[in-house]
């Protein structure tokens, strides 16, 4: 009973098909799955560590209501239990209650079906960010490169919470859902207090601005880190369709980075690999 990956990562927009070209451009790959639940529709790219779901409720369920309320964005992080009913009563022991666990089924146009068993965490509980528990899925393979598998995104390597109490995200990552806590450090030259929480082989950042003093405001989720083999060759596919910074060194040794300044529904976006 326990927390054993990111499964995704859920983005609502308005415009489902610009969002598949605008992300099909940004990782390399084309969705492995576009499904229709009712009157939502969502396209899913899996890649090697977690996947991204993208999401068009139009007026229908929480996304619909987050999608009115906060407009195009990331939406909800998902994580993946070996036992989901067990892991819904330790979180409930810690003061984290959750919905009884249900089935997500969307349904192909060649009128396949996938199952996502689901529970939505509380989301006082959870501070603002929405968040999921999901049960055992067959393991979906990674869809293939458009181009070059070197320039492609292969995973993600870290997504970010920004948070106005650093103390309170501490105790919700670290203590109640048991990711591991990797690093907590303020940076003064950053004007930031980072935080590190490893699942998988990818890292929750919560991110805190020194400025600003703790609060009880929620927590949002900001951004994502795409990972990728081959940063030039990324950086130089990239720059064909979107606007880009110039390939620096990241603030992790041993790597280097780009930003894509214009990224599909406003996310701010890095893009990481090895030096």
Do not use: C
Not at 35 to 62: C, E, K, M, Y
């Amino acid at each position: 009973m326990t927390i054993t990956a990111l499964d995704h990562i859920a983005m609502v927009v308005h415009d489902l098909d610009a969002a598949i070209d605008g992300y099909a451009k940004l990782l390399g790959r084309a969705p492995d799955w576009r499904g229709v639940s009712g009157p939502v529709r969502h396209a899913w790219f899996q890649l090697g560590n977690t996947a991204l779901d993208i999401i068009a409720p139009g007026d229908q369920g929480p996304s619909g209501a987050w999608l009115a309320a906060h407009g195009e964005g990331l939406w909800g992080l998902a994580f993946a239990s070996d036992d989901i009913e067990a892991e819904r009563k330790r979180l409930a022991r810690l003061s984290m209650p959750s919905t009884d666990a249900f089935g997500v089924r969307t349904k192909s146009d060649a009128g396949e079906a996938r199952i996502w068993p689901t529970s939505i965490l509380d989301g006082e509980a959870t501070h603002g960010v929405t968040t999921f528990l999901i049960g055992e899925t067959p393991d979906w393979p990674a869809a293939p490169a458009t181009g070059d598998e070197a320039a492609a995104v292969s995973g993600l390597d870290h997504v970010v919470v920004s948070t106005r109490h650093p103390d309170r995200a501490a105790a919700l990552y670290g203590a109640r859902l048991g990711l591991d806590f990797k690093l907590d450090r303020s940076n003064e030259a950053w004007g930031t207090r980072l935080m590190f929480f490893k699942v998988g082989d990818l890292v929750v950042e919560v991110a805190h601005q020194l400025k600003n003093a703790p609060n009880d405001d929620p927590d949002s989720l900001w951004g994502l880190s795409w990972r990728v083999p081959d940063v030039a060759a990324a950086h130089a596919r990239l720059a064909v369709s979107f606007a880009v910074s110039e390939v620096r060194e990241g603030r992790k040794p041993g790597t280097r980075v780009f930003t894509v300044k214009d990224a599909p529904a406003g996310v701010p976006t890095l893009v990481i690999g090895s030096a």
